[in-house]
C-alpha cells in the first residue's frame, strides 16, 4: 500500500530578501549537493526556527543546525552564512541544543549579522533539506523581502 503524500510547511528562519538556492555564491549549496531548500539575506540577527521538529545537532562553531521533522521524517539543515565556521561561533547565539523539540516561528538564537560582515563573510542563512530522497517535490515562493516565522517553502513527501 503506497504511503500518503505529506506537506511539510517551511516558515523563514530569519526576515529577509527570500533568493533562490541556486543563487548562493557557493556551489555546494547552489548545485545542491546538500539537498534542496532556500536562501535569506537576513535584515536582523533573530533566528527562528523553520519547520516543527527536534534539534538534532548544534554545531560546536553555532554556524549550523540540524533538524529532524516528525511530519514526514525530513533531516533539516540550517546554515548561518556562507565560512562562517571560521568565525569559530563568535557572532553566532543559540538557545537550543540536541533533543529539544522546536516549533516553527520559535526563536531558537541570534547572528550579529555587523561582525559576520565585518568578517568579510556572507550572512545568508540557508535552509536545507538533506533527505531529498524522501520528497516528492517542493513549492517556493517568489524572491521577495519575507519576515521570519511566514510560510516560504512547502515539500511535499513520497
Known amino acids: 500500500m503506497p504511503s500518503e503524500n505529506i506537506e511539510v510547511d517551511f516558515a ?24 534542496d531548500g532556500f536562501a535569506i539575506e537576513p535584515i536582523d540577527g533573530k533566528i527562528v526556527a523553520p519547520v516543527n521538529a527536534k534539534v538534532e545537532s548544534v554545531m560546536d562553531t553555532k554556524h549550523a543546525l540540524t ?36 516549533k516553527a516561528g520559535s526563536v531558537i538564537g541570534t547572528m550579529d549579522l555587523d561582525a559576520i560582515k565585518k568578517a568579510g563573510k556572507d550572512p545568508v542563512v540557508l535552509t536545507i533539506i538533506a533527505n531529498m530522497d524522501r520528497v516528492d517535490h517542493v513549492s517556493k515562493s517568489d524572491d521577495t523581502a519575507v519576515e521570519a516565522g511566514q510560510v516560504v517553502f512547502k515539500a511535499i513527501t513520497k
Open 12 to 35: 523563514a528562519p530569519v526576515s529577509g530578501n527570500l533568493q533562490k538556492i541556486e543563487e548562493v555564491k557557493d556551489d555546494v549549496f547552489s548545485q545542491k549537493m546538500l539537498g
Open 67 to 102: 533538524l529532524k521533522t516528525k511530519k514526514g521524517h525530513l533531516d533539516i539543515l540550517m546554515h548561518l552564512g556562507l565560512d562562517t565556521v571560521e568565525l569559530k561561533g563568535a557572532p553566532f547565539t543559540i538557545n537550543v541544543k540536541p533533543g529539544d523539540e522546536v
